[in-house]
C-alpha cells in the first residue's frame, strides 16, 4: 500500500483527487466520465435555456422600468429631508477626519 499518496472520491462531484501525504498539495484530479446525452435532450436542454433567459430579460426590463420611479420617489424624499434641514449647514463626510 502506497503511504505517500491519499486518493479521495469527492461527495459532491464524484471526481478522483490524489493528495500528497507529506505535503498536502493535490497531484492529479479526474474527473467523472459523463454519460453523453442524444441529440433530443440537448435540444431540449436548450429550449430550456432559451426560456431562462427570456424570462431574466423580461423580469430586468421590468425592473428597469420601475427603477425609474422608484429614483423619483427617492429624489422626493432626499428633496424633504433638505427642506427640513435648512438651518444646519452642510458638511462633507471627507472633511470629518
Known amino acids: ?3 505517500t499518496r491519499f486518493t ?10 490524489t493528495v500528497d501525504a ?14 453523453l446525452a442524444s441529440f433530443d435532450e440537448m435540444v431540449k436542454g436548450l429550449d430550456k ?7 431574466l430579460f423580461e423580469q430586468e426590463l421590468g425592473s428597469m422600468k420601475d427603477r425609474e420611479r422608484i429614483l423619483e420617489e427617492k429624489f ?7 427642506d427640513k434641514e435648512t ?11
Do not use: F, V, W
Request: hydrophobic fraction near 30%.
Open 1 to 3: 500500500m502506497d503511504t
Open 49 to 55: 435555456q432559451k426560456q431562462m433567459r427570456e424570462q
Open 76 to 82: 422626493r424624499e432626499a428633496m424633504k429631508r433638505a
Open 8 to 17: 479521495i472520491i469527492c461527495p459532491c462531484c464524484e471526481a478522483t483527487l
Open 22 to 35: 507529506q505535503t498536502g498539495a493535490l497531484i492529479s484530479h479526474e474527473e467523472k466520465a459523463k454519460p
Open 87 to 97: 438651518d444646519k449647514p452642510y458638511r462633507n463626510p471627507l472633511d470629518m477626519d
